[in-house]
């Protein structure tokens, strides 16, 4: 149980460019989902927390008009890379819990590249 | 603030061996869950292994097992009989388990080697 996926696992694509990213909880309802960051050979950075059908919590430095995030259904959580730099690429990681107790499962992550 | 320290960038064990993983945090909370997670080269974030701080005994997962010693703030994860599927990119984390942010605080995290 607690499976999350996330969609796409990798994208290449040219500065100026909007990339959506899609992180699904598929066996469980998340009303709270998480979005990190994490560059090479480093940890993971919380960027924003995202509420279904409110707005997302964004942590302190993190543009929200740069990283656009969309929490549609209990089961959906979207985050948007808008006008994407080549200082945008990193891995980028989201997290599900089933509630507030129990432990964050990871999607298994996307990479992005921006050229 | 809350910090979570690995002071292990990097450690190795042979295959069948154990071997333990150290971190220390620090937090002016008194509850609080405290995580061991691992990341293979695949990139995924697995949890290996939590800790709520309220429970004074250990937690235990088949191999896997923690020191945990509150008043230390340290919260150490060792392995026994150590696999070549053991090799990856330890983090330790830290949460805070009432009111507030649900951010995970990680460590810079600790690469295990497993040689055969």
């Known amino acids: 149980g607690a499976v999350v996926s996330q969609h796409p696992s990798r994208v290449i694509c040219k500065s100026g460019t909007s990339v959506k990213i899609e992180c699904r909880s598929l066996?469980?309802?998340?009303?709270?989902m998480f979005w990190y960051r994490q560059f090479p050979k480093q940890s993971l950075m919380l960027m924003a927390t995202?509420?279904?059908?409110?707005?997302?919590?964004?942590e302190q430095g993190v543009e929200k008009d740069k990283f656009l995030i969309n929490h549609a259904s209990l089961t959906l959580s979207t985050l948007t890379v808008t006008s994407a730099h080549p200082e945008d690429s990193s891995f980028y990681i989201c997290?599900?819990?089933?509630?507030?107790?129990?432990?964050?499962?990871f999607g298994d992550g996307t990479r992005l590249s921006i050229l | 603030a809350q910090t979570v320290t690995q002071s292990q960038p990097e450690m190795s064990v042979q295959e069948a061996e154990t071997v333990t993983l150290s971190c220390t945090y620090d937090?002016?909370?008194?509850?609080?869950?405290l995580f061991w997670y691992k990341q293979p080269p695949s990139r995924q974030m697995i949890l290996v292994i939590r800790?709520?701080?309220?429970?004074?005994q250990n937690a235990t997962e088949n191999r896997f097992s923690v020191n945990f010693q509150k008043a230390a703030k340290s919260f150490s994860l060792k392995i026994s009989d150590s696999q070549l599927g053991d090799a990856a990119m330890y983090f330790c984390?830290?949460?805070?388990?009432?009111?507030?942010?649900?951010?995970?605080?990680f460590g810079k995290g600790t690469k295990l080697t497993v040689n055969p």
């Open positions: 997290s599900a819990r089933v509630r507030r107790s129990q432990p964050q499962h």
């Open positions: 066996d469980f309802q998340a009303t709270t």
């Open positions: 995202s509420n279904e059908g409110s707005k997302a919590t964004y």
């Open positions: 937090t002016s909370e008194s509850d609080y869950y």
């Open positions: 800790q709520e701080a309220y429970k004074q």
């Open positions: 984390a830290y949460r805070r388990s009432q009111g507030g942010s649900e951010k995970l605080v």
